[in-house]
């Protein structure tokens, strides 16, 4: 069995586990199990040599697609960026799962200052920062606020795990903290498809 199929397989056993978990509804508790179970696969760095995932550059997806389900639910990818890159701080309207394979993958977590009700504005603090390297992972419920900060110090690749396809979310909010405004992150587009894929 090649690694395309040994990933496939595994792919296939992790994607049944966290529909049976998320089956009754997904809660911190829920989302910390799948969580756990994306990082035992995630560990399986054999499974995901660099050079079948080269990063991508700026201007298109950095994602490799493994699995999503017919409705786009339950999409996971290989997630590949460039050095350098990051992202504004932003949610994701449904759950979400990072963990670590290569290298290492700085988030940081923010706190909503602001309840939502008046249209452009959105105010966040920085409330931690977390690591994801081998090992780790973060789980974020759909409100929840992270950004991506990517050193020179590639290459980098994780798997991001979603309750719904990142092709899918249109509502995504992104902030800007100097000016306290928010806007509509789109979804996003460009996304491969990895051999041995779902």
Same mark, same amino acid.
């Given at each position: 069995?090649?690694?395309?199929?040994? +990933? *496939?397989?595994?792919?296939?056993?992790?994607?049944?586990?966290?529909?049976?978990?998320?089956?009754?509804?997904?809660?911190?508790?829920?989302?910390? *199990?799948?969580?756990?179970?994306?990082? +035992?696969?995630?560990?399986? +760095?054999?499974?995901?040599?660099?050079?079948?995932?080269?990063?991508?550059?700026?201007? #298109?997806?950095?994602?490799?697609?493994?699995?999503?389900?017919?409705?786009?639910?339950?999409?996971?990818?290989?997630?590949?960026?460039?050095?350098?890159?990051?992202?504004?701080?932003?949610?994701? #309207?449904?759950?979400?799962?990072?963990?670590?394979?290569?290298? *290492?993958?700085?988030?940081?977590?923010?706190?909503?200052?602001?309840?939502?009700?008046?249209?452009?504005?959105?105010?966040?603090?920085?409330?931690?920062?977390?690591?994801?390297?081998?090992?780790?992972?973060?789980?974020?419920?759909?409100?929840?606020?992270?950004?991506?900060?990517?050193?020179?110090?590639?290459?980098?690749?994780?798997?991001?795990?979603?309750?719904?396809?990142?092709?899918?979310?249109?509502?995504?909010?992104?902030?800007?903290?100097?000016?306290?405004?928010? *806007? #509509?992150?789109?979804?996003?587009?460009?996304?491969? #498809?990895?051999?041995?894929?779902?």
């Amino acid at each position: 069995m090649n690694i395309p199929q040994k +990933r *496939r397989t595994l792919v296939q056993e992790l994607m049944s586990n966290v529909r049976a978990i998320a089956q009754a509804g997904v809660d911190r508790t829920s989302l910390a *199990r799948i969580r756990d179970e994306v990082v +035992r696969l995630a560990v399986r +760095r054999d499974l995901f040599p660099i050079e079948e995932f080269p990063a991508v550059e700026a201007g #298109t997806s950095s994602m490799y697609r493994l699995s999503e389900d017919a409705d786009h639910r339950y999409a996971l990818y290989v997630s590949c960026p460039a050095q350098g890159r990051s992202t504004p701080p932003h949610n994701h #309207t449904t759950w979400a799962v990072i963990a670590g394979v290569h290298g *290492r993958e700085h988030n940081k977590l923010y706190k909503r200052l602001d309840d939502g009700s008046k249209e452009g504005v959105g105010r966040v603090e920085l409330a931690g920062e977390l690591d994801i390297v081998s090992g780790k992972g973060l789980a974020m419920m759909p409100d929840d606020v992270h950004s991506i900060h990517l050193g020179e110090d590639g290459p980098h690749l994780n798997l991001h795990l979603y309750g719904m396809s990142i092709e899918h979310i249109h509502h995504r909010t992104a902030f800007d903290m100097e000016t306290g405004t928010c *806007r #509509t992150f789109p979804a996003a587009k460009g996304v491969k #498809t990895a051999e041995g894929a779902l």
